[in-house]
């Protein structure tokens, strides 16, 4: 079946540090590759997604290439603010052609910036 | 409203009680998800709706849940004799009816806690 893994947490890092958060998957065919981020007290929001093989997302200076050779999906972010701090949950989608063709998560990675 | 609209925000219940969660969608999305977020556990599917089709539920953990979809709009999921190993965050979700897009749209979740 699918499955995403990612790092545990909390990740804790100092306002402007690069940030990784990284993203391993297992899935048949050809899925496609989501970052989603849950903020204090609010519902999951799509952040970025890739839908082949070394495509990049981005949005709101986060990136995440798709490696299909290494099965990968790394969130990264050259400089955090103190308002990135949120839930980011790695995700894929694999149509299965009939059933459920929603999203598997991974667990999630609680991010804390720091000033 | 223009998002997904959950109600309640927060329930708080005795062990054996039965409860009733509501979902909103996007007006026009014809797919709908029902998730449940543990502490450290992420994101657990439940069931899915999708236009007039029979729903999956192959991800409801037992018999005790259960949901609808009247209208093809409005959900309902249903706890029935609650446990306190319910006690979670539920979240619906929903989508337009393209495949593999793998974009769902959250409300903000119904907190349930059972004591």
């Known amino acids: 079946g699918n499955s995403v893994t990612q790092m545990e947490g909390p990740v804790t890092l100092s306002e402007e540090a690069f940030l990784t958060i990284n993203c391993t998957y297992t899935?048949?065919?050809?899925?496609?590759l989501f970052w989603y981020v849950q903020y204090p007290g609010e519902g999951l929001q799509l952040l970025l997604k890739a839908t082949k093989a070394d495509d990049k997302g981005s949005n709101k200076g986060f990136e995440a290439t798709y490696r299909k050779e290494t099965t990968s999906f790394h969130l990264e972010k050259g400089s955090v603010q103190v308002s990135d701090s949120a839930v980011y949950f790695c995700?894929?989608?694999?149509?299965?052609?009939?059933?459920?063709?929603?999203?598997?998560f991974g667990k999630g990675t609680h991010l804390i910036i720091q000033p | 409203g223009a998002g997904v609209s959950q109600s309640p925000s927060n329930k708080v219940t005795e062990k054996g009680k039965d409860v009733e969660l509501r979902c909103d969608p996007i007006?026009?999305?014809?797919?709908l998800y029902w998730y449940r977020q543990s502490l450290g556990q992420g994101l657990e599917f439940l069931i899915y709706f999708q236009g007039n089709s029979a729903p999956d539920k192959s991800g409801l953990p037992s018999d005790r849940f259960s949901a609808e979809r009247t209208g093809g709009s409005v959900s309902t999921l249903t706890i029935q004799r609650t446990q306190q190993e319910d006690s979670a965050v539920y979240l619906c979700a929903s989508r337009t009816g393209q495949v593999n897009t793998g974009e769902l749209f959250f409300g903000e979740g119904s907190r349930l806690t059972v004591l």
């Open positions: 007006s026009g999305h014809t797919a």
């Open positions: 899935a048949t065919g050809y899925p496609s």
């Open positions: 995700a894929l989608s694999a149509y299965s052609g009939g059933g459920a063709d929603g999203l598997t």
